[in-house]
């Protein structure tokens, strides 16, 4: 999650208590956090500051979080904003389906499920062309690169083209004979030069990162 590092939140809460000791936990990840009650201040930080993310609660001292959020869409469709809000009434989740929201949280959260929900913000800001294999692997296809702990890990055309089919196919299974067609480019391979791939590229990163579904063909892990 060390990207965070470099991202403003805004966080508007107006529980006293609560926003104080969650703004603790948010300030070790975030590069700053701007805590306010109402919409008026989160509007004028806004407007005065670079906000990267948002996490709102619905109940606010002047308004509604969802009216907040709602109108920044009118100008703003694309920072990530999350609702963290103790209501479950099932209008206001209706409401919050088109504001294409990163999250709705129901609070109280515990401490691994708050960690999850900035790990799900964490994982919002990956370019888009590196796909987080694991938490020690990526994978940049732009630059057709696999990184292990932070280390380039050399690859072959054929390893590329079958990890790059593999990421395609997210966690499907793919099988033997699509393996053939778009990684070998229907050129006959042996199920043994296959699996001699595939332990090649999980020597190369001393990880199981693909498995062997008995029978049938390939996975991500």
């Known amino acids: 999650m060390d990207r965070l590092k470099n991202l403003n939140l805004l966080f508007l809460e107006d529980n006293e208590e609560f926003a104080k ?7 070790i990840h975030f590069k700053k956090v701007f805590q306010v009650n109402s919409i008026k201040d989160a509007t004028q930080i806004m407007n005065d500051y670079k906000v990267d993310v948002i996490i709102s609660d619905i109940k606010l001292t002047d ?20 609702i963290l809000s103790s209501y479950r009434d099932e209008k206001l989740l209706l409401r919050a389906i088109p504001l294409n929201l990163l999250a709705y949280k129901i609070k109280p959260l515990s401490y691994d499920n708050f960690m999850l929900l900035l790990k799900e913000i964490s994982l ?77 590229l999980r020597k190369k ?17």
Do not use: C
């Not at 969802?66 to 999350?82: E, G, T, V, Y």
């Not at 001393?206 to 498995?211: A, L, Q, T």
């Not at 579904?213 to 996975?219: D, L, R, S, T």
């Open 124 to 200: 919002f800001f990956i370019p888009k062309n590196i796909y987080k294999i694991s938490d020690n692997i990526s994978y940049n296809s732009s630059l057709k690169e696999l990184r292990y702990k932070n280390k380039k890990i050399t690859l072959t055309k054929q390893e590329i083209l079958f990890l790059e089919y593999v990421l395609k196919n997210n966690h499907e299974i793919i099988s033997h004979e699509m393996i053939q067609i778009n990684v070998w480019e229907n050129k006959f391979m042996s199920d043994s030069a296959i699996k001699n791939l595939i332990l090649r």
């Open 21 to 27: 000791n969650t703004k603790k936990i948010l300030s």
């Open 63 to 82: 308004g509604n979080g969802l009216d907040f959020i709602q109108k920044l869409r009118h100008n703003n469709d694309k920072i990530p904003a999350l």
């Open 205 to 221: 990163v001393d990880e199981e990162f693909i498995v062997n579904v008995q029978g049938v063909g390939y996975k991500l892990a």
